[in-house]
């Protein structure tokens, strides 16, 4: 999809993170907290354009700071995820040329600004945590569990803007690529139209393993023209001589 003033913008997302050249540095420890706690609601929409996970209810925001954050603090505002038709490919960042299945992005934003709405013009306005999912050809009952609290039901959102309620702790298996040692992190944009250069993008290389199943129930669901929803990210970018660095 084409914007108006896409020409004039440089620093796109996503890109093919070279490991080769990501430059190593250090930064403070990069702190989550909330994302898979006990407490308050969840809740999983179908947009039409993807599926989008939110946490509710009476619980303290999910938050991240330190690492490249410096001393600011930003709010999880929802997680979505891009796929496409097939397991191939479907992740929009790359890693070495490589493609992974998926891809589920923790959208937060500058809690500095109140408002996610008052980020996308702020070159600091957003962090976007990156996780990529590879499916296998698994049975059944070795489906990655803690990813079940998702694709269980997904079968209830079929339908364009059609939502259910999961499980608070629903984003626990994000733990599994947390716990990894080393990130890349750059300066990008968000990756749906008008791609507003605002994010710090911080990526986590370990794929978390699902399975075929799992992956093949987000190509169930409907777009608002009542298609099924594939090939939803978008086609890697140019670097124009930014630079990725590797935490570690």
Same mark, same amino acid.
């Given at each position: ?8 913008? @440089? ?53 991240? *700071? ?7 603090? %930003? ?7 891009? @796929? ?46 990156? %996780? ?40 626990? @298996? ?21 791609? *507003? ?47 990725? %660095? %590797?935490?570690?």
């Amino acid at each position: 999809m084409l914007c108006a003033g896409d020409a004039r913008k @440089w620093g796109q997302s996503p890109i093919d993170i070279d490991e080769q050249n990501a430059v190593p540095i250090k930064f403070p420890a990069l702190i989550m907290s909330g994302h898979w706690s006990n407490d308050g609601k969840a809740k999983m929409q179908n947009t039409g354009k993807t599926v989008e996970i939110t946490l509710q209810g009476k619980k303290a925001p999910a938050t991240i *700071h330190g690492g490249p954050l410096a001393t600011d603090v %930003y709010e999880l505002s929802e997680v979505v995820f891009r @796929w496409s038709s097939s397991s191939c490919k479907g992740a929009e960042h790359t890693l070495n040329g490589t493609w992974f299945t998926m891809e589920a992005q923790a959208i937060h934003f500058n809690k500095r600004y109140e408002t996610i709405e008052n980020c996308f013009n702020k070159n600091d306005g957003l962090a976007i945590c990156s %996780y990529f999912l590879q499916a296998y050809q698994v049975p059944a009952w070795d489906e990655h569990p803690s990813f079940s609290k998702i694709t269980d039901d997904l079968h209830k959102i079929t339908q364009c803007d059609s939502w259910t309620r999961l499980p608070p702790n629903c984003l626990c @298996w994000m733990k599994q690529a947390c716990q990894t040692p080393g990130y890349y992190t750059y300066l990008g944009s968000t990756t749906t139209c008008p791609f *507003h250069e605002c994010v710090t993008w911080i990526v986590f290389p370990e794929p978390v393993r699902i399975s075929e199943n799992q992956a093949q129930m987000f190509r169930m669901l409907c777009s608002k023209q009542g298609t099924c929803i594939k090939d939803n990210y978008r086609e890697v970018q140019k670097l124009n001589g930014r630079v990725v %660095y %590797y935490v570690n």
